[in-house]
């Protein structure tokens, strides 16, 4: 059974860091694109940030650039989202999600963790 | 990258069948064949529910299907069920970001 298990949300004040994980089992994770969602309260689901399988590739959506990094570690299977930064408007439930390929180009994405909560506080 | 325009809300009563639209544009939707739909109970995580468009995953009820037209995708749920009461989101592959959602439709089943 594919898992995915967050982990480092929590309470930060604004222009500070967070790092999220996100471990991986039940799947070759090395053969597999990531992604990273969030979702704000009460608001509908944003994509955030993409990584290839071999970590070759990456992608963030504009509000993030410069500020978010998502790498990996294909010998740990765990993904991670390294948050610089912050601010309010970054306050929401961050979902890893599994891609449905190598690559986040064209294949979708299909199973998603839980979540891990972040909240951008002063 | 705009969100994708999917209704605020539906509803509909059980056993009748109901559709949610997601409309986008000729950069997105109606680009290509990538379109996905997501159900997403409250508390809980999404789960894919429809992909490329049409395709069910292993274990998806039949009752859910899902097709495109130009640049609006939709999703149909037949013989409605109480369990299918929640939000609904659609996705699609852009020339740009490379995804995008729609803002999500909630689904009253009455």
């Known amino acids: 059974e594919v898992q995915l298990v967050e982990s480092g949300g929590g309470l930060v004040q604004p222009g500070g860091s967070l790092r999220l994980s996100c471990a991986a089992s039940g799947f070759i994770f090395s053969s597999y694109a990531m992604h990273w969602v969030r979702q704000a309260p009460g608001k509908g689901l944003e994509y955030v940030s993409a990584?290839?399988?071999?970590?070759?590739?990456?992608h963030h959506v504009d509000s993030v650039k410069g500020r978010f990094t998502i790498s990996r570690d294909n010998s740990k299977n765990t993904l991670f989202l390294q948050m610089s930064s912050l601010r309010t408007e970054d306050t929401a439930v961050y979902f890893c999600?599994?891609?449905?390929?190598?690559?986040?180009?064209?294949?979708?994405?299909?199973?998603w963790g839980q979540g891990t909560t972040v909240t951008v506080s002063s | 990258q705009s969100a994708l325009t999917q209704p605020a809300s539906v509803s509909g009563s059980p056993g009748q069948s109901i559709t949610i639209s997601c409309t986008g544009t000729?950069?997105?939707?109606?680009?290509?064949?990538?379109v996905s739909w997501y159900q997403q109970h409250p508390g809980k995580a999404p789960k894919l529910m429809i992909y490329d468009v049409s395709d069910r995953p292993s274990g998806v009820s039949n009752r859910f299907s899902g097709s495109k037209s130009g640049n609006t995708a939709s999703l149909t749920i037949s013989g409605l069920q109480a369990e299918d009461e929640a939000d609904y989101y659609c996705t699609s592959y852009t020339n740009s970001s490379p995804w995008v959602f729609g803002g999500g439709t909630k689904l009253t089943v009455l």
């Open positions: 000729s950069s997105d939707v109606g680009g290509y064949n990538y």
């Open positions: 999600v599994k891609g449905a390929g190598h690559s986040f180009y064209y294949y979708g994405m299909d199973v």
């Open positions: 990584i290839s399988s071999n970590g070759g590739s990456t």
